[in-house]
């Protein structure tokens, strides 16, 4: 079920176009990754999903509803990068607030804050949170009322590697859960593993969307082997290797003084590499292959907006 639907959506401001025909959807239960520089065109999208800015043209509905509407509002949770809370309230009181404000019963507080670890913290004040936990209140009050979509900008920024773990954790149990899930970052490597689609923005323009195994493909970036040889095989590895690649595979020094070596393939040669690979038997101490990462991929398809 499609919970976020984006149609061929403009947007200008004067002469600057910030998104231009911009299609995306976001299904119950995904986590979709939107990407790109400052100034591709992420917060305004965001802020016409969360219906704070109308479309110049094309449609945007969430379930179904109009942003901005009473039910749209209902339906989606926004968490900025810095999420304020007054210093002088705990945990507890300010949540409390939060949830007499949507007019649900502040005593459903305990139980969210535990949910997003801070059972043991709630009755401390937020002056005393680090950001991980100031960031944990605001999900836990985006959580109110169960929405279909949560819209998160960079809301890892500035958190230690533990405090992220922990919390694209919790995002993880939300989709599993039915919660569609858009988030924009510029930490690549941190949401290449925790996404399902990657959606790539570049001056307005949406340059890629769909799995990352799918955008390697398409993007037909060079793989690589990183070798290791056994001592004093070196050249009789290069000769074997030599014998089974094509020109232009093989890279790198394979010495007495260094036995790494490089191997570069196209997509299409990532078996037949593969296949000389193993063929070297005992000549070969260790082998680690690396496929183009999120950051390559994001670069690759950015500068198609280039060109």
Do not use: W
Not at 103 to 110: H, L, Q
Not at 141 to 164: C, F, H, N, W, Y
């Amino acid at each position: 079920m499609t919970i976020l639907k984006i149609s061929q959506l403009t947007k200008t401001f004067g002469p600057l176009t910030a998104l231009a025909a911009v299609s995306l959807e976001v299904a119950q239960g995904e986590r979709v990754a939107l990407t790109g520089h400052n100034g591709a065109g992420k917060t305004t999208l965001m802020k016409t999903v969360l219906g704070l800015l109308a479309p110049g043209s094309g449609t945007v509905t969430v379930g179904g509803h109009q942003p901005g509407s009473q039910r749209a509002r209902e339906a989606t949770a926004y968490l900025p990068e810095n999420a304020a809370f007054h210093p002088a309230l705990t945990g507890r009181e300010q949540l409390g607030l939060y949830l007499r404000l949507r007019g649900e019963p502040a005593a459903k507080g305990p139980a969210l804050l535990e949910r997003v670890g801070l059972a043991q913290a709630m009755n401390r004040r937020i002056g005393t949170y680090s950001k991980g936990m100031r960031q944990r209140v605001g999900l836990a009050q985006a959580l109110i009322g169960r929405p279909k979509l949560m819209v998160l900008d960079e809301p890892t920024s500035g958190l230690d590697p533990v405090s992220r773990q922990e919390f694209y954790a919790i995002l993880d149990d939300l989709a599993r859960e039915g919660t569609a899930i858009l988030h924009s970052s510029h930490a690549l490597t941190e949401v290449e593993a925790r996404t399902d689609r990657i959606a790539i923005l570049s001056q307005g323009q949406l340059m890629a969307h769909d799995t990352l195994a799918a955008l390697r493909l398409s993007a037909r970036l060079p793989l690589r082997f990183h070798l290791t040889l056994a001592p004093g095989q070196s050249k009789a590895a290069m000769a074997a290797l030599a014998e089974r690649l094509a020109e232009g595979e093989m890279t790198g020094e394979a010495a007495n003084s260094g036995r790494r070596l490089d191997l570069l393939c196209p997509p299409e040669r990532k078996l037949a590499v593969l296949r000389a690979v193993t063929e070297l038997g005992a000549l070969l101490e260790d082998v680690e292959f690396i496929p183009p990462s999120l950051e390559d991929i994001y670069t690759h398809f950015s500068k198609r907006s280039e060109g």
